[in-house]
């Protein structure tokens, strides 16, 4: 027999025998839950005594015998052959036992108590005498009195009592045994369950070699070290040639349990049922059990190793214990449970959880907290069980209103995971508000799914059925239809009647605060005020499906405020919460802004990332008209990235046709037009920047920081000879600025800088970094610092010049946008600067040789310096004979190879 970690207990038990050979008696009390071993532990020390020629009485006591007066005297003294010298005294002694079915347990006791002590006693002159009992919990009263009879007197008798007790000591055993244990000749040890360690070296034994560290965890959890769970376990992997718990398993699981009260293996199913640690009361209400019924079984379930903090320590162990709980049952306690739960006030949801199990019929209250526990789901951001239940109180309700408010909350929280299952509700729900079912709160998630997935037609038809509700003196639907107003305004203004700028509320509605004050910041630009209670109400606003529009249109406005460092810091923080959420519509919207803000401060490559990540996070097909956002972002990008191969497949992408009729539609045109005007299709990008501008004029959202499409449009026409026109459009976009918007005025006056005489273009310039430096836009800032080098060129102030192309190279390479370097067209970068190589030549040699070495042409060069061709031939003779050099090749081979 292996038994691990017992040695302790080993040497206490070979010292009572040797003890016992000098006539010193001695009891040993081992008590363990069950399964750790005692039974094993017990018949360790019984081979060891036989071994050592003493004679060794073993019993057996069983909860079914308990009732039998006497049963465990005559186990011993009829399971073992005895000395023959007392055999005739053996069977006298039992014969008296069998006529006692008229006396009591104390009359017994004294009638037997002293015969039984004598017995032993002669047993123990002829022969060390070892008396093994095994659980003695279940020991009959009459034996039990015997037994402490004889235990009180074997002190000076070579006699060693041997006791195996549970851990769980019956109230009556414990007040009985008590005063044995202040003797000192009795000694009691507990057996713990294995430990990790030990574990582990049971599983070598068995497998014949030592377990890998995840089996050895895992055979831990799975048995809290019990070694009648872990003997179990070795069969089911020794049979399934892996860690899988079996039918060994859960059949040791059962067998632990019905070795104790029914109520044991009752509370722990109920456990199992009810998701581990359910209040007591539950537990014994559902199971009709007595008061502690609960916590008796909990202290059993921990010591036997099967729990731990309250809760099973593997899934497998509450299977095990439902396999032995027949279906119609567990539907009876399911709603017993819910019914309790109920009737204490606990959570909709936890009671739903019973009722949707037990299958429970309708009653008064369940309809309604059904739809309640949907509310709360949905709030928990567990949409799978918001759905099952919806599903099953279908059949429940009779109350038309409900199920259709309770399909539109579904909506709210399950809209962009499923756009075909979205779109088969919209018409569904739409026909509910106009016959009055759909409550009029559901009105604008209602609206905002129509736009969203290019149905926004009918958005109309949603603020009629509204208006009809307000004629009849339903404030709420008044307030509903003002706030779809507001909202389409900026989202879709063909959808909605031109909207009142008035006031923006202090307080009131979430909503039509955050939608005015983004209408405001899009037809003029926002105020540093506004600014300050857009940031304010981010503050304040708690992140749930209801508010993702109005903090989405806050941090929008934002972006479209100049502010794009704050808009970025408010996208992470919500970004965050749509995660913890599980939200990735959410989600995927947040990282478009972010990308849109990046790309506000030159941070290409953050954008590009972002913008990417956005349609990963939410399939373009589920992006619906917003899908211009990220596409026009990633369209930018490209462009300024030089990417012309993955530019037009973004160009090129299918969009809904309704996407023109939105916010999202003057992005993806705006950009369109850019990508034109970088193919040089000057008037396919003139007709998008002029199509952009009239519609952000006709729906009144024309503020330059929003979209400058004049700018754009200026650039088309600069480039095909109509510079009047142009300088019109810049002026007119600077007329709607002021400089508290750095940004857009610093690129307006870039754009105008290239309509104005070179001797005043410097100073126009020189205003637009200084505003430029301020924004935070440091592509921009590195362009018109690119610009201004050219201009002081031309007026001959090469120092100047060389400075604002140094200026403008450090940008870039200080802000990670390298990939821009060649198109900003720099006369000279660093390695021209710092080669002492180039030291030979002139200012104007240098910077040739520094474009000549990057690749350009000799008219690429003359284009970016504003030279003729021959000019540019001139200068790199002189600079192959001054530098030693043949071609190109070698002149690019010989900066290259410098340090």
Request: proline share 4%; glycine share 6%.
């Amino acid at each position: 027999m292996f038994l691990i970690e017992r040695s302790d207990e080993t040497k206490v038990f070979e010292k009572s025998l040797q003890e016992s050979e000098q006539h010193r008696g001695s009891v040993l009390l081992v008590t363990a839950p069950d399964g750790c071993g005692k039974t094993e532990l017990l018949h360790q020390f019984a081979d060891h005594a036989r071994s050592e020629q003493m004679l060794t009485l073993i019993a057996n006591c069983v909860r079914s015998e308990r009732h039998f007066p006497l049963g465990i005297m005559e186990q011993l003294l009829t399971q073992s052959e005895l000395p023959g010298s007392l055999t005739d005294e053996v069977t006298t002694l039992l014969e008296s036992t069998k006529d006692i079915a008229e006396l009591d347990v104390l009359e017994l006791s004294v009638r037997f108590s002293e015969g039984f002590h004598k017995l032993f006693a002669k047993l123990g002159k002829i022969h060390p005498l070892v008396l093994c009992i095994d659980d003695v919990h279940d020991i009959d009263r009459v034996s039990l009195h015997c037994l402490l009879y004889l235990i009180r007197r074997i002190r000076n008798e070579r006699i060693v009592v041997i006791l195996t007790e549970r851990e769980d000591m019956t109230p009556g055993h414990s007040l009985i045994l008590g005063d044995l244990l202040r003797r000192a000749h009795v000694r009691r040890f507990s057996l713990a369950p294995l430990s990790r360690g030990g574990t582990e070296r049971l599983l070598a034994h068995h497998l014949g070699t030592a377990p890998p560290e995840p089996t050895a965890a895992e055979s831990f959890l799975l048995t809290g070290g019990n070694p009648l769970l872990l003997h179990a376990l070795i069969q089911d992997m020794q049979k399934r040639a892996g860690l899988v718990p079996g039918h060994a398993y859960q059949q040791a699981v059962v067998e632990l349990l019905r070795r104790h009260e029914p109520h044991v293996l009752r509370m722990a199913q109920g456990r199992a049922l009810f998701s581990g640690a359910s209040p007591n009361q539950l537990l014994e209400h559902s199971f009709e059990a007595g008061p502690g019924a609960a916590d008796h079984a909990l202290r059993i379930l921990t010591q036997l190793g099967l729990v731990h903090e309250q809760d099973f320590r593997h899934p497998q162990i509450g299977t095990a214990l439902l396999a032995n709980l027949a279906l119609d049952e567990r539907a009876v306690l399911h709603r017993r449970a819910a019914q309790l739960l109920y009737e204490q006030g606990a959570p909709a949801v936890e009671v739903a959880h019973h009722l949707i199990a037990g299958g429970a019929t309708a009653t008064q209250w369940s309809a309604p907290l059904l739809a309640e526990a949907v509310d709360q789901a949905l709030a928990e951001n567990d949409t799978a069980f918001a759905r099952e239940t919806f599903e099953y109180a279908t059949t429940q309700f009779a109350d038309a209103g409900l199920k259709s408010a309770i399909k539109a909350k579904l909506l709210e929280y399950t809209w962009g995971s499923n756009p075909e299952a979205t779109i088969r509700t919209l018409y569904p729900l739409l026909a509910e508000l106009r016959a009055g079912q759909l409550p009029v709160r559901y009105a604008f998630s209602l609206v905002r799914n129509l736009v969203w997935y290019c149905h926004g037609d009918r958005a109309e038809e949603v603020l009629a059925a509204l208006e009809a509700r307000a004629a009849l003196h339903d404030k709420q639907a008044a307030a509903e239809a003002e706030v779809i107003r507001c909202w389409l305004s900026v989202s879709q203004p063909t959808s909605a009647e031109t909207v009142a700028e008035g006031a923006i509320p202090a307080d009131g509605d979430l909503r039509l605060r955050a939608f005015r004050m983004l209408k405001s910041a899009l037809r003029h630009g926002a105020s540093a005020t506004e600014v300050t209670e857009a940031e304010q109400a981010l503050r304040y606003t708690e992140f749930t499906a209801q508010t993702f529009e109005p903090v989405f249109s806050l941090i929008t406005l934002l972006i479209h405020s100049e502010q794009a460092d704050k808009a970025i810091t408010w996208c992470d923080k919500v970004e965050r919460e749509a995660v913890s959420a599980q939200r990735p519509e959410f989600r995927a919207q947040l990282l478009a802004l972010r990308a849109q803000a990046l790309l506000r401060q030159g941070d290409l490559a953050g954008a590009y990332q972002h913008a990417r990540e956005s349609l990963t996070v939410l399939a373009p097909a589920a992006w619906g008209v917003a899908v211009g956002l990220p596409l026009a972002i990633l369209i930018e990008v490209c462009l300024d990235l030089r990417r012309e191969d993955e530019v037009g497949g973004y160009v090129g992408h299918p969009v809904p046709p309704e996407m023109y009729q939105t916010r999202y539609g003057l992005h993806f045109v705006y950009a369109r037009g850019l990508h034109h005007l970088a193919a040089g299709q000057l008037e396919a990008a003139a007709a998008d920047f002029d199509k952009c501008g009239q519609l952000m004029e006709a729906w009144e959202l024309d503020s330059p920081t929003f979209i400058s499409w004049r700018i754009g449009a200026a650039e088309a026409r600069r480039r095909a000879g109509d510079h009047d026109d142009a300088r019109h459009l810049i002026a007119d976009q600077l007329a709607r600025l002021s400089r508290d918007q750095p940004r857009t005025w610093g690129v307006s006056l870039t754009a105008m800088a290239e309509l104005t005489q070179p001797a005043e273009r410097h100073a126009v310039l020189t205003e637009a970094t200084e505003m430029l430096n301020r924004s935070g836009d440091h592509l921009q800032l590195a362009r018109a610092l690119t610009k201004l080098g050219h201009a002081y060129e031309q007026l001959g102030e090469d120092g100047s010049a060389r400075t604002m192309f140094q200026r403008a190279q450090q940008t870039v390479k200080d802000y990670d946008a390298d990939p821009v370097w060649p198109q900003l067209e720099f006369g000279l970068d660093a390695l021209a600067v710092d080669d002492p190589v180039l030291e030979s030549l002139s200012y104007a040699e240098q910077r040739v040789a520094a474009l000549a070495a990057h690749g350009a042409t000799n008219r690429q060069i003359s284009v970016r310096l504003h030279i003729t061709v021959s000019t540019v031939e001139q200068h790199l003779t002189r600079i192959y004979r001054k530098l030693g050099v043949k071609d190109r090749k070698d002149l690019a081979g010989l900066l290259r190879s410098r340090p």
